[in-house]
């Protein structure tokens, strides 16, 4: 089996709060092939966001093991994470918030270049200028500011900073959610045509379905903290196995009015994710659970490369 560019085994990520831990990150398994696409799907504070910054160490692990090309780089410190930050890199959510409002696209750009101290002055104009160019920026934007251009810019703004040193990895943290529906396809287009002429390994985090099925190679479903279905994209839209998946899939809007889904309603509390008992944490919603349910549940190959957390999969599938 071919080395996988990103693999974490029974991460964790716990947060200290007043009633004891909150358990954002749980025991998460998963690998992702070098120059493929692992999207991670799930409600909001399901710790898809957290997943991700946990990974590339703007958070550090409470558990567990992160393994980058076949290195365990789970505890690295120091000048080691200084270099592992050069081959893993984040595009966040908010455009605006995560550009530096004083700086101008050149000097945003630039600033990843000089503090890499990999090329001389009179490269790094040049080397800006074709990170903009690669990201479909306009050359007269290269003194403009953050709150002179519109949403899509800015976010190709965070992109060209992202590719600046030439990473292996990038976390997608929503990296559209914030623009309009033709920008989305634009950014996207963008991170695919990246991908396929430099390798780039992606962790796509999102809420949106649609998005996700576009541009990913391997799905995760997490919900509260774990892991509840992995497949392939294509796999798991046609045939989902977890309650929780199927109910996600249901909510997706189609003009198909003459093959039209039931929506399914999801009722209960939700389980908090401070101090979380044993068992499936979906349990409380899930219109199949029983005592089964209160047990913990394991992610379990079911098909080929399908991967479900639920003791009652089988029979409701069968």
């Keep these: 089996m071919e080395q996988p560019c990103i693999e974490v085994k029974s991460l964790k990520k716990y947060f200290e709060v007043g009633q004891g831990k909150l358990h954002a990150v749980d025991d998460i398994s998963f690998r992702i092939g070098k120059g493929k696409t692992m999207g991670v799907v799930g409600e909001s504070g399901c710790g898809k966001s957290t997943l991700g910054r946990t990974i590339i160490h703007q958070h550090e692990s409470t558990d567990g093991q992160i393994y980058f090309n076949g290195k365990d780089v789970t505890h690295v410190k120091g000048k080691a994470l200084k270099d592992l930050r050069e081959h893993m890199q984040i595009v966040f959510q908010d455009p605006y918030s995560s550009l530096n409002p ?55 703004v965070g992109i060209a900073r992202a590719l600046s040193l030439n990473p292996d990895f990038i976390v997608c943290d929503e990296p559209v959610s914030a623009l309009d529906v033709s920008i989305q396809a634009q950014v996207l287009n963008l991170l695919q045509d990246l ?75 939700i389980t908090s994710p401070i101090n979380p008992k044993p068992g499936c944490r979906f349990a409380a919603r899930c219109p199949y659970a029983t005592e089964a349910c209160h047990e913990p549940q394991k992610l379990e190959e079911v098909e080929a490369n399908h991967f479900v957390a639920c003791c009652r999969c089988k029979e409701l599938n069968s």
């Design 102 to 156: 004083r700086y101008t696209v050149e000097t945003t750009v630039k600033e990843p270049l000089m503090l890499s101290k990999r090329f001389s002055k009179g490269e790094l104009g040049d080397e800006v200028a074709r990170l903009m160019e690669l990201c479909g920026i306009d050359e007269r934007l290269r003194l403009a500011y953050p709150h002179e251009l519109d949403g899509g810019r800015r976010q190709r």
């Design 195 to 269: 991908q396929e002429q430099h390798g780039i390994t992606y962790m796509f985090v999102t809420h949106d379905l649609s998005v996700v099925r576009h541009i990913s190679h391997d799905i995760c479903v997490m919900y509260l903290g774990q892991l509840v279905e992995t497949s392939p994209s294509k796999e798991l839209f046609i045939r989902p196995l977890h309650p929780y998946t199927k109910a996600l899939l249901s909510a997706i809007p189609t003009i198909d009015i003459h093959n039209m889904q039931p929506r399914i309603q999801l009722k209960g509390e």
